[in-house]
Every structure is written in C-alpha cells, then in structure tokens.
C-alpha cells in the first residue's frame, strides 16, 4: 500500500526540531547516531493512525495533534514527600526506589538499599558512555515502530536493571516515573531490564504525578526485558497518572528457557494509555501470564495490545484483564497469539472482561489466534456486560445499600485479575487504589 | 406483626397478574406457611416482601409492625428487620463470606442504631452461629456460596438470618434441594430463631417441612389468592388431597 499521507503538525515538529533537542540529550557521537537514525524512521511513517489495523481503535493522529516540547532535564523542586504522595498507597511500600522526574533520574529522590543482588544504573549514564543497545528495536508486527523510534530519538534517561543470577528478592524494586510542574512536556523514558538465572525478582514501574501538577503531557516509555534460564520475573506496572495524559508504553519481552514471566498492568485516570506488550519464547518450557486491569470513566480512552510470539514448543501463556468502564470510557483489547510451527504443547488461553457501568462506555476486544502447530490447547474468551441485577438484590436483602453493594460487586470482579499480583504489599496497595477509584466514581452512578 | 392487604402483583412489563389480592396477617411470635402448588404466586409473594423490583404492585399494601413498606428499597426493608432466605441462594464470586456477613451485618446495626461490629466481636458471634448450624467457618473465608452444595448453601442462608436478627423471617421453599439430615439442621436453624418477637413466613410445597418447624397456622395460596386458612392439621389434610379442589377454584 502506498497512500501519500499528509504529515500532522505534531509529526512535523517531532521531526523537525529533532536537531535542537538532541543536543541537550545525553548520549555519545554513537549515540547520537542511533538516535538520528531514529528520528529517520520516525520521519517515515509518523505517527501510528487509524487505517493501521492494530491501531484503528487508537488513532494517535489524532490523539496527539499537538507536539509537546520534550523533557531533556528536570528543573522541578520536587521531594520525597511529593513522589510519596503521588504513588498513593504504594508510596507507603517500604522498598528498594529509583525514581525520575519528567524523565530524569532523581539520585536524591532514590534510595536502592535492600536491593541486593540488582546493580540499577541510570540509562543516562550508558547513553553518555557510548551504550547505543536497544535503540534501533522495531515492532513492525504490532506497528509500535514508530513509537519505539521516537522513544529512541528522544529518551532522555531510565533504569537499566541487572539481576544477578540467582538473585532471590522478596521486596519489590520500584521504578517510579513521576510528572511534576506546570508545563506540559513529553517525557521519553526506557528502561532494560536483564533477569540472570535462576533469579527471581519483582519488578514495579509506577507512573504517577504530583498532585497539583499539570493535567496534560505526554509519557512514551519503553522497556526491554529479557529473562535468563530458569529466572522468575513479576513485572507490574501502574500507571495512574490523574489527568488528561496521553501514556504511551512498549514492553518487549524474551523469556528464556524454563523461565516465568508475569505482568500487571493497572492502568487508570489517565486520558489515553496505550498499554503494548510483545513477549517471545525464546527458550522451551517457559510460562507467561500477562494480567490486568483498566479503569476508565469521563473519556478515558484505555487500549491493552498484547502480541505473544510462541516460537518454541512447550510455553504456557494466560491472559487475563479486566475492566470497568463508566461515562463515556473506551476500553480496548487486542490480544494476538501466534504459534508458530515448531511450537508443539503449546498451551495459550486468554479472557478480557469488561463491566460496563454506563450505556454510553465501550469495550473493544478483538482476540486474535494464528496457530500454526498441529498439537496445542489454545483459547480466549471476552465478555461485556453490566452489573449482576439479581446479585444485586440479594446484597440489597441483606441490608447492604445500593452503592454498597456496586462496589462489592466491581471490586470482587476486579480482584479475580489483582489476584494475579504475587507480591503482597503491592496486590492490598492495588486493590485500595481501585476501592479509592470506585468510591470516587463508579459506585456512584447508576 | 405483618398485614398484607389486598395485595396485587405483576410482573413489570407484563399484564399477567400473579398475586389477585392477598389478603394476610402473621402476628408477632406466631410461624405461618404458605403451601400452594407450582405457579401459585408463593415465590413472588415472597419477592415482593423483600423488594424486588421485577415486580409492580398494582393495588393493596404491606404493613409491617404498622408501617407499609412498599416505597422501601430492600436494603431498608432488611433494616427493618424483612429477611428473605431464598430458594436459590446465589454465588458471589470474588467476595468472601465473611466479609459479606460482616457488611450486611454492620449495615443492618447502623441503621438500626447499633453499634458495628468490631473484628473480633463479629468473630466471637459468627463462630457461635456457624457452630449451631453445623458450618465450618474455613469455609466462610471462601466466596460466598461458591462451590457449596445445596444443602450448604440453605445453611449459609440461615446463618446470614441469625447474624442480621431480622425480625420478620420470609423463608422460601428452604426445604427444597435438602436430604433428611439437612432439612433437620436447617429446621434446628430455624426453630432457634423462633421468639415471640419475631414472625415467620414459611413457604413450601410439601408438608415434610413443617414436621419439623410446626406452624400456628397453615394458608393455602392457589391462582394468586389465599383459598384456605386452618391450623397445622390443614397440611397434614394436602398431604393426602393434594392441590386440585383449589385449582378447580381457580378464578
């Protein structure tokens, strides 16, 4: 297909003042090669638009019409105790931290003992000593590309993440992502992330702003994860960054051999979030288990696209989100699996639930299976549907009034994927910030 | 004590009438059944005790102790003391049962004006309950109702009416889906309950039931009507003659 496409105003500015902006980027001449030849692929397509088939549910067009100048350093005066406040209950998880600030790392801000066992080191770092890996990633089979390319053009910094092998942590390391100030910006980060081993380690990136900051921004974030043999890997993610926000996010994951990969993704309050995750077995013998849950209201407009490449025989993968969609929310699910050829006891199944708490909310689910193999379990499922009336009143009979009883019910729904938290203090932390969201919101309409 | 006066039912939605005009009254202290063949309107009678919306009442009233409570949402009417155990007791999954005693539990008290439960004072009297009536309370920490068997599910029903103290009982077909030694434990349940403040609506199809919790007076519901009142014996007389002089009655 070749449609001349007319390029927006935001795509031309991304493009164009790509030459300013590198300059107070960190990064050796390598560096600044890659991310030049970033930009160039950027340039290329633009931004990811409807007539793309896994972005014709979110058309970033014209979701971002507007280029926001992008964070290259951070001038806020931002303190712990505004970045505990801002990660609501988790902020009182007593853990391992490494925070930035639109984009930055924040040494002040971190504190990394009780760690042991995981050697983090700022991106930026890495950029300036010449470390230019990972910033030529494409996607071209889920159109993240673009987004990718972009991230590498203008990351201004992140977590690299080391675990040695054998590594056994019970805290969780927590990676937080803060926005703050008053000027909305994009923030570009990535992160990598390099399981060893037989390690196993938990892994949160938080995506949160300090209260009273300003409601618009853009987020695109990055991270590469590869899991060695053996190694056990929960990685979270938890973005509620409380405004009209428009949160852009690629995981790309490669599971080794006899390892255990299980993401969380907590998406709500923020205007646009595109949660994209692509995991390759890389290795026989590995499991995956990719949950969720999305919480939308007003417009809040909440896309989960997963893409998960079985390529090697014997891999179980499960996926399961769920959603709760009020007002005029939009939630979207995409989930591709494909089994290849050679992928043989393949074992994949995949759920996507939506509550619907409004005639005017929508769920999108569209599940896709490419199977190639002859002898494998695989199969999905997607339902959308209100409140149980008749669980309802039998709470009522007993006493428990209508709000009440709504949110019990919404939070019993959502819990079945919390469930899928691992570590304790994170999964009751979750489990608050959805009853903070539904006593806020939900609950409350009929 | 409970007066129902005149009482017309429909389902929402539709013109069919279920209930023509039901006249009853259940004093204080006193357990009534009412009997009746398929379709008569029993289940319905009992729903619109409790509130359920699916239905309209087209004319007549409840009272209870007085006070009608047809404009009352059913968490109200349980406030007030209306207690429903259903026939089909419903699965929650996702909510454990403690959490959901202690919610309806502490619901019910706070709008009666008593005090809330605390942790353990909840503990103590769930334990004691669960203990009459042969529950494990392991099996209260799993989600309500999930995976119980029939007759584990009518336990879990009388269990949530001992903790909510209601004050007007509404019991339908409690006795359906039970074996012996169920119905017995049930019935054990039930008959604790018994006080002279308290009333209690029976409702089955069978007069097995009431061997075990003996009411003060029978009434028969056939075609939306009551078309016969008497004493305990009346159940005994069905038993042998069956519901068919009422149906020939129909009007």
Redesign the interface.
Known sequence: MNVAVMKTKAEMTLAETFGSVAEALPGGAEVKAARAAAIGRFAAGGLPHRRIEEWKYTDLRGVMKDALPVAVGDETKTTIADVIVAMGAIGRIDAPRFVLVNGRYRKDLSNLSGASGITVTPLSEKLAEGDASGLDATDEDRGASALLALNAAYVSDGAVIEVKDGTKLDLPLLVVHVRAGAVPQLSVGRNRIVVGKGATVTIAEIFVAVPGSTVDGQVNSASEVQLGEGASLSHIKVATDLGSVTHLANWLVELGGESSYRAFQYTSSVGVARNQLRATFKGEHAKLDISGVFLGRKSEHIDTTLFVDHAVPHGESRELFKGVLDGEARGIFQGKVIVRPDAQKTDGKQMAQALMLSETAEFDSKPELEIYADDVVCGHGSTAAELDHDLLFYLRARGIPLDQARALLIQSFIGEAIAKVDNTALREALMEEAETWLASSAAKSV | MLEIKNLHVKIADEDAEILKGIDLVVPKGEVHAIMGPNGSGKSTLAYVL????DYEVTDGDILWNGESILEM???E???KGV??A?QY??E????AGL??LR???N??RK?RGQEELTTPGFMKLVKEKAAELNIDVEMLKR?VNVGFSGGEKKRSEIL?MAM?EPSLCVLDETDSGLDIDALRIVSDGVNALRSPERAMLVITHYQRLLNHIVPDKVHVLAYGKIRKSGGKELALELEKSGYAEFQKDAA
């Open positions: 409790a509130g359920r919306e949402a059913p968490d009417r349980a406030a207690f429903l259903f007791p419903m929650i999954p996702g909510v959490t959901f919610t309806a539990a619901a019910v709008k989600p949530q909510l």
